[in-house]
């Protein structure tokens, strides 16, 4: 059987943009934003665990080849076409990547349909920062942030940016004040993820809460899975969105 089989199939659509979405699970809402180079078995093997423990999961296809494998010649193909795409800024500081005003919408969506304090919101890597500009929006509840590598950590003044437009960070430090937190996940080796957890503890201070990870690797959810990083990230859902 296909791995997304026992997925039910849909998209969703906001400002002419549509992207294809798999959903499975009961409960509380969670978007699982998947990394380079798309829904890799692992990215979805994750997902499971995260309907498993009770939540209602959505996970949005926004490129790649869903049940792909993990591969350098899959990241290879897709990653060239991701950094040329319009939705995704890549190596632009101070700029909120297009594609997060579809995932608010998504957000938005799942939100008034299952009520609740909110939805869960998490990126990998590629996407990692995309659940911190979702968090402008008060539909999201719980943003993770798992290695979050956007833009691309090529100097020291890119490696410590967010991926946010000054009002989106505005936003982002309000919302921080007014009690929503955000989980934060690395390997503390792992030089893709930059400074940016120094420049989060800077900007929103006790809100962000870091999970640096010993040893050596990147996806702390998927490929290079930390038992720690799931747990952490589960029990922050179950905290923050029942």
């Not at 999201?140 to 691309?152: E, N």
Request: hydrophobic share 45%.
């Amino acid at each position: 059987m296909a791995l997304l089989d026992s997925w039910t199939p849909g998209d969703h659509t906001a400002e002419g943009v549509t992207h294809p979405t798999y959903r499975k699970g009961s409960g509380p809402g969670v978007i699982v934003i998947h990394e380079m180079p798309g829904l890799t078995p692992s990215v979805i093997g994750f997902g499971e665990e995260v309907v498993a423990a009770g939540f209602t999961v959505v996970m949005p296809s926004l490129f790649g080849t869903p049940e792909a494998p993990m591969s350098a010649g899959n990241v290879l193909t897709v990653l060239p076409r991701a950094c040329v795409s319009r939705e995704f800024t890549t190596m632009a500081r101070g700029e909120t990547s297009p594609v997060a005003v579809w995932l608010r919408s998504l957000a938005r969506s799942l939100h008034e349909e299952l009520g609740g304090p909110g939805v869960g919101a998490l990126g990998m890597c590629f996407t990692g920062g995309f659940a911190l500009a979702m968090m402008v929006d008060t539909a999201v509840a719980a943003p993770v942030l798992a290695q979050p590598s956007l833009p691309f950590a090529v100097g020291r003044k890119r490696a410590a940016d967010l991926n946010l437009s000054p009002g989106d960070l505005a936003a982002v430090r309000d919302r921080a004040a007014a009690g929503c937190q955000v989980l934060g996940l690395r390997y503390r080796q792992d030089p893709a993820v930059g400074t940016r957890f120094d420049t989060l503890t800077r900007e929103i201070g006790d809100a962000f809460l870091r999970v640096e990870l010993d040893g050596k690797g990147h996806s702390t959810l998927t490929e290079h899975r930390s038992q720690e990083a799931v747990d952490r990230v589960l029990a922050f859902f179950g905290e923050k969105l029942r």
